[in-house]
C-alpha cells in the first residue's frame, strides 16, 4: 500500500483503501481476471458521484435494508470483489439480519471457490461471528441461465425471498428477478443492465453501503422503507447528480 | 477470450478484445497492480462516450500529429497499458515519423521493464521495422520528479520537443510540460489532472487513436494542425458529449 493510502486523513483514503484490498485479493486468488477491471469501471463512476453516498443512494439502501428485515428468508449473496471489499462487514451485516450468506461467483473454478471460503472462514472466526456460510456444495440451480454460473445453494440463493446480490451481472440479475425474488443490487453505474432490471438498486460504492446499512440497523423495516419507492426514480436521480458533477467541472 | 469476443461483429468486440490483451499482458508480468483498474476506469469513459471517437477527439488527434509530424524531436513514450493495448501500432506510427519510442514507466522495476522491452522487440521483428526503442539504459533524469519515475534517456525523451505520452499520470505530465515540451496526451477521463495540463488531450481510446493517426499520416502537418487549436475546448466539448449521453439515457 502507497504512502498516500495509509494516511487516513487523506481525501481518497478510503478509495485506495479499497483499492489495496481487491489487489490483496487477487494476490489470493479470489479474484476473476475481469475483477480489477471491474473495479476500475466502478472507481470511475465513483468519482463521477463525488465519492460520496448521494442522498437518492441512502434512500435505496435504507428500503433495501428494510426489505431485508421483513424477509422471511434474506439471504446475502457474495461474488469476488464483494468478499474483498467488505468480507467483514457484510458477515456482521448478515449476523445482525440473522440470515446466511452464499459464496456466488460468475467465473466459477474450485480454486477461487476454496480461497473465497477459506478467506470467509477466517473473518468469521475473528469476528466471532456464526453466519451460515453457504456456497461450498451448491445443490440447485437458477432457471434461464447455462453452466456452472446458474449453479446455486437449495436452502440459500434458491429459497430466498429477498436477496441482496453487490456487483451482479446482468443475466443473473435478470433470472433471479425471473424466479420471483426481491432483488437488491449495489452498482456504481446507474445505466448498468444490473441497475435498470433490479428491484432495488443501491448507486453507491458497496463498502459504503454496507457501513450504511450496519449503522443503520438498529431502526426497524417500518421506518427504513419508503412507501412510495420507485427504482426509476433512484436510477434517474444518480444521472441527474453525474450529469450536475460534469457542469460544476465544465464552468 | 470469451466466445463473445471472438465474434469481430459484436458490438463490444472491440472492447474486449483491449481487455484480453491486457489480460494476457499481466501475464506476462508487463503490468504493474494498479493497471487493470486503470484500464477499468477507462472502460467506464469510453462508454460514457458511446465507445466512439467524438469529433473533438478527431481534431485533436489531427492536431497532434500534425505537431509530431512538424516536430525535430519527436518521441512517443509507452507504458505498460500502451505496450499491451496498441504496441504494433505504435511502433508503425513511429517508424511513420521516424522517431524513436521509450518505455518509461511509473512503478519502474528491472522484470517489467525487461518483459516490456523482450515484447516490443519481438513485435518490432515480427513487423519487420527497425524503429529505435529508448528505455533500457535511461541516462537522464526528468527535472521535479523524485525516485525511479524520474528516470528517462538522453537522446530520447529528455531531449524530446514533441511528445506523444499516452495514458500519463498527472505529476509526469506536468513535469514535462514544465520543461517546456509540447505533451500530447491520450486519457478517457477529460477531468484528469494529466488532461488538464497536457498541450493536446485526446480524450479517446487509445487503440482507436494510434489507428487514426496511422490512416491519416499520408496527410501533410499543415492540413492536419488547426490554426485555432485550444486544448480547453477540446476538453469541454467531449465533457458535453459525455451529459448529453447521460441526458439521451434519462429520458
Chains 1, 2 share one sequence.
Not at 463512476?45 to 428468508?73: C, N, V, W
Not at 459464496?103 to 461471528?129: C, K
Not at 436521480?237 to 465544465?250: G, N, P, T, V
Request: charged share 20%; glycine share 6%.
Amino acid at each position: 500500500m502507497s504512502e498516500i493510502a495509509a494516511d487516513p486523513t487523506h481525501p481518497r483514503y478510503q478509495s485506495l483503501l479499497m483499492r489495496h484490498r481487491l489487489e490483496q485479493a487477487a494476490k489470493k486468488g479470489m479474484l476473476a481476471d475481469s475483477a480489477l477491471i471491474a473495479h476500475g469501471r466502478g472507481e470511475a463512476f465513483d468519482y463521477l458521484l463525488g465519492e460520496q453516498t448521494i442522498p437518492s443512494a441512502l434512500i435505496a439502501t435504507k428500503h433495501a435494508l428494510g426489505l431485508l428485515m421483513a424477509a422471511e428468508r434474506p439471504v446475502l449473496s457474495l461474488n469476488g470483489n464483494a468478499v474483498a471489499l467488505a468480507g467483514s462487514e457484510l458477515l456482521q451485516l448478515a449476523s445482525r439480519l440473522g440470515c446466511p450468506v452464499e459464496i456466488n461467483i460468475f467465473y466459477r473454478t474450485p480454486e477461487r471457490m476454496e480461497a473465497l471460503l477459506t478467506h470467509l472462514h477466517e473473518l468469521q472466526s475473528a469476528l466471532g461471528l456464526e453466519v451460515p456460510i453457504f456456497g461450498a456444495a451448491p445443490d440447485a440451480r437458477i432457471p434461464g441461465l447455462e453452466g456452472p454460473r446458474a449453479k446455486c445453494c437449495k436452502d440459500g440463493i434458491f429459497s430466498a425471498d429477498v436477496l441482496l446480490v453487490p456487483l451482479e451481472d446482468g443475466d443473473r440479475c435478470e433470472a433471479l428477478v425471473a424466479m420471483g425474488k426481491t432483488v437488491l443490487v449495489v452498482d456504481l453505474n446507474p445505466l448498468s443492465r444490473t441497475a435498470q432490471l433490479a428491484s432495488v438498486t443501491i448507486v453507491d460504492e458497496l463498502s459504503r453501503v454496507v457501513s450504511n446499512m450496519n449503522e443503520l440497523s438498529h431502526q426497524s423495516s417500518e421506518v427504513l422503507m419508503s412507501p412510495s419507492f420507485h427504482n426509476s426514480e433512484v436510477l434517474s436521480s444518480s444521472l441527474d447528480h453525474i450529469a450536475e458533477f460534469l457542469a460544476e467541472k465544465r464552468d
